[in-house]
Every structure is written in C-alpha cells, then in structure tokens.
C-alpha cells in the first residue's frame, strides 16, 4: 500500500467532487503529526480543518470512548435520555457566551447546528428574513449552502437556493472598499448593514443575522469587535436574533472557549461542531433558555445527534482544555506566530496581511501591486510546506490565504519546526517566483 496505489484506486471508487487537498493517504497519527502510506512523516497544522485540536488520538478522549462505547454504543435520544446527553448541555450552558440561563441541542456537524439556529430563530421570532454576509461559510447543506457566501467551488450549479436570505458585507478591514482603517472602517460596515436592512428588507423582517466572528473559509478574517458591538445593539433594537457560527473559531481556538468571548458579548444562539468532541461527529445549539424554549417539543431531532461515545469525546476534551490550560496556550501560540511572521511582512511585501484571533491564524499573499489576490503562490507554499514536512491549508474568498490551525497543545520545539518550515518555504517560493501582477 501507497499513496500512489490508495490515489488510483480512489480514481475508480470516490466520487471526483471529494476531493483531497494533499496527495497523500494517512495511515497513523498521534500528537502533533500525521504519517502517510510512504512512510513519511507530517507536522500537522491543519488538524483535520480545525477539529483536532489536542492533537491526535488525546488518550484521555480515546479512553473516554471506549468506555463508552463498551457500556452502550447507541441510544437514540429521542428514544431515551442519555445522561452523557445531559451533561455535555450543562458543561456547554455553562462555557456558552454570556450570563443568561442557556439550553442546548444537539445534532452531528456543522451544517446542521447551523440549520437548526435557522430555524428556532424563524420559530422564535415569528420572522423569516436572515442576514448572512459575504466571505460566509456555513456548510454545505441545502439552508447552510444558502447562508454560505462563497460562490466556487461550494455553490455553483446548486441552485435553487433557500428563500429568505440576505447578504451583507463581511467586515473584511484589509480590503474594505471605503479607504478606512480599525474603528472607522468597522463602523463603516456597520451603517452599511443597517442601510441594507432599512432600504432592502425592514427592519421588522428579519429573524437573525448569521455571522462567523473569525471568518474561516472567508479567509480567517476576525470580525473587529465595534462591529460585533454594534450588531448586538442594532439586532436588540430591532427585535433580531445574533446567531454566531463558532463551528471553526469555537472551542478554545482563540484562546477564549468562543471567539466572541473576546468582546465579553452574549449572542442570543451559538453554533458549535468540529473541536467539540475531538474528531467524533458533534454539533450542537446552545442558545439563550428563553428563546430555545419557544420551539415546541418534537420540533426538533436527529437519529445520531448527540449520540454517546461522541458526548463522551466532548465531555473529555472539555476536561482536557481545562485542565491542561489549553485557552492560554491557544494564546500564547498565536501571539507567537504572528510575532514571526509579522517580522518576516516586513522583507516580505507579498506578505500582505498578517492576521487572525489565537491559535487561528491566516497570511494573506498579494501581487507586487499589493493588492491583488495572489493564489498560485499560496499553491506553491502548500506544496513546498508538505515536501518540508509540515501540512497547511489554503483558504479565502480568492483562494490566496495560507491558514494555520496548530494543535493547541503541540511543545515548543514543534512550534518552532513549523516556524521554521514555513518561513524557509515563503522565501523560497517568494523568491523564486516572479510576481503575477
Ligand atoms: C464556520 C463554519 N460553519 C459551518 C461549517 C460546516 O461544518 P460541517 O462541515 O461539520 O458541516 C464549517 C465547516 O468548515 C465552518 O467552518
């Protein structure tokens, strides 16, 4: 077995739509790394697209597991209440943003807990519209596809698209188009918001706004706090939920459980998946008590939602971030990689933005103009990175951004080889290749 023979025989089995953003086949991983069917071995700062972040195989979630899955493997809930069920609410009512009493529900991913803030917004305001913004990511079914902002490769060809939904733009400071900076480029967002709403669809329609506080696929852009600041004020006003999609940013990945936490701010429901239980499928709703309650019994479900061996992954990991101090690493890491490579910017012009909350962290790449998005360099920085050793992921609207999810847990000296691999693979590629401007 190879990369090679797994690669040919997956051209005649897999659908070509799933596609792989690394040729290789993995066959181990534990901690910080991956090793391949080659026998070659990866430090993993992709973590499964944010998903493992204690690292592979953590033992206490795979102890955790495997006790469970040795008492009972599947209940569903909607048949009985499984106490793991219970607790995962309580432990996620009590880490959810804010101080009000929280319920919580939940499904098993991404998409789904998005879904399913949709509609308990719609049930609980008796309204249909729902704002989402440019540069979205909200997954990748039919609603969430609707909500998701970036057309290619995600929603071309699958149309029609869910009703009701509305775009606005995305506080995207680095390119805004009103040749603003920090609090003034974020309130410039903020009127256009409420202009859009006035002028396009009332104020009295709209249910929610959907928002991620760090875009992901958008290209790891953090919301600018005046912004979210002002979205909870204007939403109140208007009688409006803030739903906050923390699929990607949530679980400690900023250094905070959930990005917002950053702004001290109560969003009225929050979306939760990936990180939440290491790797096994969970998703989950955890929304104010009050607006949770208006959604009658039976409304809501799902066969495996919450199933228990992925509600004791969570419960462990839950434990694991608390215990092993993981919100401070998550800071801590962070600071340091955009110390690094904010001094690399500095020789490095095509480095255009430098940016991100936490141990989430995105470098953007530009023309020499300095500013068109430059994509085949990001390509080429993936691809030097993996022949380096280290695995990375490209991400952003234009497809020109390099993200960094590093385990939250990885020693120092493997934040000092990724450092390293990926500062000696920007040089090279920035070097060698001449600008497309
Ligand atoms: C912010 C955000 N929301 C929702 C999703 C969808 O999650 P899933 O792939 O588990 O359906 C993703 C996935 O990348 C995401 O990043």
Same mark, same amino acid.
């Given at each position: 077995m190879s990369n090679r023979s797994i690669a040919a025989r997956r051209a005649s089995a897999v659908a070509r739509a799933a596609a792989s953003v690394h040729p290789i086949s993995p066959v181990k991983a534990s901690g910080s790394y991956v090793w391949d069917a080659d026998g070659a071995r990866y430090l993993d700062w992709t973590v $499964?697209? *944010?998903?493992?972040?204690? $690292?592979?195989?953590?033992?206490?979630?795979?102890?955790?597991? !495997? !006790?469970?899955?040795?008492t009972f493997q599947h209940l569903c809930f909607a048949v009985g209440m499984h106490e793991s069920y219970v607790q995962v609410a309580e432990r996620l009512g009590q880490i959810a943003p804010g101080p009000s009493p929280k319920r919580t529900f939940l499904v098993n991913s991404g998409a789904e807990a998005v879904e399913n803030t949709v509609k308990i917004a719609r049930v609980a305001t008796g309204r249909q519209g729902i704002v989402a913004f440019t540069h979205a990511f909200h997954g990748r079914t039919q609603l969430a596809l609707s909500l998701t902002g970036k057309a290619d490769p995600y929603k071309a060809g699958f149309a029609p698209r869910a009703g009701e939904i509305y775009r606005a733009a995305y506080p995207y400071l680095y390119r805004n188009p009103f040749g603003l900076e920090g609090e003034a480029a974020a309130e410039a967002y903020l009127a256009q918001l409420q202009d859009l709403v006035k002028t396009t669809i009332g104020e009295s329609e709209v249910a929610a706004f959907v928002l991620e506080p760090v875009a992901g696929e958008g $290209? %790891?852009?953090? *919301?600018?706090?005046? %912004?979210?600041? $002002?979205?909870?004020?204007? *939403?109140d006003r208007i009688g409006a939920l803030w739903i906050d999609d923390e699929v990607q940013a949530g679980m400690g990945r900023t250094g905070r459980w959930w990005a917002v936490d950053h702004h001290d701010l109560e969003p009225d429901l929050v979306a939760s998946a990936k990180a939440l239980a290491s790797g096994f499928p969970l998703g989950a709703v955890v929304g104010r008590a009050e607006v949770m309650d208006k959604v009658e019994p039976a409304m809501l479900g799902s066969t495996f939602g919450g199933n228990p061996t992925a509600c004791a992954a969570a419960l462990a990991t839950m434990d694991v971030i608390e215990e092993e101090g993981l919100l401070e690493r998550a800071g801590v890491i962070g600071q340091k990689i955009r110390v690094h490579f904010e001094a690399l910017q500095a020789r490095q012009p095509r480095l255009g933005d430098v940016r991100g909350l936490g141990a989430m962290v995105g470098l953007e790449f530009v023309a020499d103009d300095g500013r068109s998005p430059d994509p085949a360099t990001v390509q080429r920085l993936v691809t030097t990175c993996r022949e380096g050793g280290l695995l990375v992921l490209p991400t952003g609207t234009y497809g020109n951004v390099i993200r960094l999810l590093p385990p939250l847990n990885l020693r120092d000296a493997e934040l000092e080889e990724g450092l390293s691999t990926l500062t000696a693979a920007i040089e090279s590629v920035l070097e060698a290749v001449p600008t497309p401007a």
């Amino acid at each position: 077995m190879s990369n090679r023979s797994i690669a040919a025989r997956r051209a005649s089995a897999v659908a070509r739509a799933a596609a792989s953003v690394h040729p290789i086949s993995p066959v181990k991983a534990s901690g910080s790394y991956v090793w391949d069917a080659d026998g070659a071995r990866y430090l993993d700062w992709t973590v $499964g697209i *944010a998903v493992m972040n204690l $690292g592979h195989s953590h033992p206490r979630v795979l102890d955790a597991v !495997r !006790r469970q899955a040795e008492t009972f493997q599947h209940l569903c809930f909607a048949v009985g209440m499984h106490e793991s069920y219970v607790q995962v609410a309580e432990r996620l009512g009590q880490i959810a943003p804010g101080p009000s009493p929280k319920r919580t529900f939940l499904v098993n991913s991404g998409a789904e807990a998005v879904e399913n803030t949709v509609k308990i917004a719609r049930v609980a305001t008796g309204r249909q519209g729902i704002v989402a913004f440019t540069h979205a990511f909200h997954g990748r079914t039919q609603l969430a596809l609707s909500l998701t902002g970036k057309a290619d490769p995600y929603k071309a060809g699958f149309a029609p698209r869910a009703g009701e939904i509305y775009r606005a733009a995305y506080p995207y400071l680095y390119r805004n188009p009103f040749g603003l900076e920090g609090e003034a480029a974020a309130e410039a967002y903020l009127a256009q918001l409420q202009d859009l709403v006035k002028t396009t669809i009332g104020e009295s329609e709209v249910a929610a706004f959907v928002l991620e506080p760090v875009a992901g696929e958008g $290209g %790891f852009i953090p *919301a600018p706090g005046t %912004f979210l600041r $002002g979205l909870r004020t204007y *939403a109140d006003r208007i009688g409006a939920l803030w739903i906050d999609d923390e699929v990607q940013a949530g679980m400690g990945r900023t250094g905070r459980w959930w990005a917002v936490d950053h702004h001290d701010l109560e969003p009225d429901l929050v979306a939760s998946a990936k990180a939440l239980a290491s790797g096994f499928p969970l998703g989950a709703v955890v929304g104010r008590a009050e607006v949770m309650d208006k959604v009658e019994p039976a409304m809501l479900g799902s066969t495996f939602g919450g199933n228990p061996t992925a509600c004791a992954a969570a419960l462990a990991t839950m434990d694991v971030i608390e215990e092993e101090g993981l919100l401070e690493r998550a800071g801590v890491i962070g600071q340091k990689i955009r110390v690094h490579f904010e001094a690399l910017q500095a020789r490095q012009p095509r480095l255009g933005d430098v940016r991100g909350l936490g141990a989430m962290v995105g470098l953007e790449f530009v023309a020499d103009d300095g500013r068109s998005p430059d994509p085949a360099t990001v390509q080429r920085l993936v691809t030097t990175c993996r022949e380096g050793g280290l695995l990375v992921l490209p991400t952003g609207t234009y497809g020109n951004v390099i993200r960094l999810l590093p385990p939250l847990n990885l020693r120092d000296a493997e934040l000092e080889e990724g450092l390293s691999t990926l500062t000696a693979a920007i040089e090279s590629v920035l070097e060698a290749v001449p600008t497309p401007a």
